[in-house]
């Protein structure tokens, strides 16, 4: 079976941020840059998945963007993964360009299952995943915290408002992966040294056309420092005043 992994390569959520010059991306100088949280667990499932799995069975690491995202394929090359690729594109794409580069990619991998983070910490729009699923006429469960395959047949758990719910599909399908699924292992020296001997391989990311836009950035507004009202039942009064005429809560 051949399985695939789609990462990407964000800002550390540690880094402190600033806004570039065109207000329209960060400044990435200075900037930390790791594998996304999220799709630490989407490689830890793919490759358990494959240690269940067993035969002939290849892991893919894929990824859309310029040579700096060779740090993230590494990363998951030392975790385990056989093989990584690279679609290499310099410029900014939405979602859905995102999207397209992997469909793409994985049709032409012939991979029966992909795992997914279900959100990249720095857009957050959490639809990379299902856009690939649509794109391939694949199955697609997402946000899922327990995972089970037997041939074709999956059994996952996935967290929904308020609850969890249990979604039974099959093959060929996407997994987006959340926090609780598993517990990713650490890279290993044996598996640092096996990284620098396993493929990547660069490609040209198919063409696409943004159907979304970033018009400006800020950062968040600066809290405002707390005010003490008093220490006693006397404040309570000006307390709904305020919370009245200047938070507009009540």
Known sequence: MKIAVCVSHVPDTATRIKIGADRKAIDPAGVTYIINPYDEFAVEEALKTKEKIGGDSLVYVITVGGEANKDTIRKALAMGVDEGILLKDDNQRDSFGIAKALADEIK??????VFCGKQSVDYDNSITGQIVAEMLNYNCVPVVVDFKIDGNKITAEREIEGGKEVVETEL???????????????????????????????????PSTNFAEVLD??????????????????????????LREEAKVI
């Open 108 to 113: 032409s991998l012939g991979c029966e299952i």
């Open 172 to 206: 060929p399908a996407v997994i987006t992966t959340q926090k609780g699924l598993n517990e990713p292992r650490y890279a290993s020296l044996k598996g640092i040294m096996a990284a620098k001997k396993k493929t990547i391989t660069e490609k040209p990311a198919i």
């Open 217 to 242: 950035m800020n950062l968040p507004a600066t809290k405002q420092p707390g005010r003490i009202l008093g220490s006693d039942s006397s404040a309570v009064a000006e307390l709904v005043k305020l």
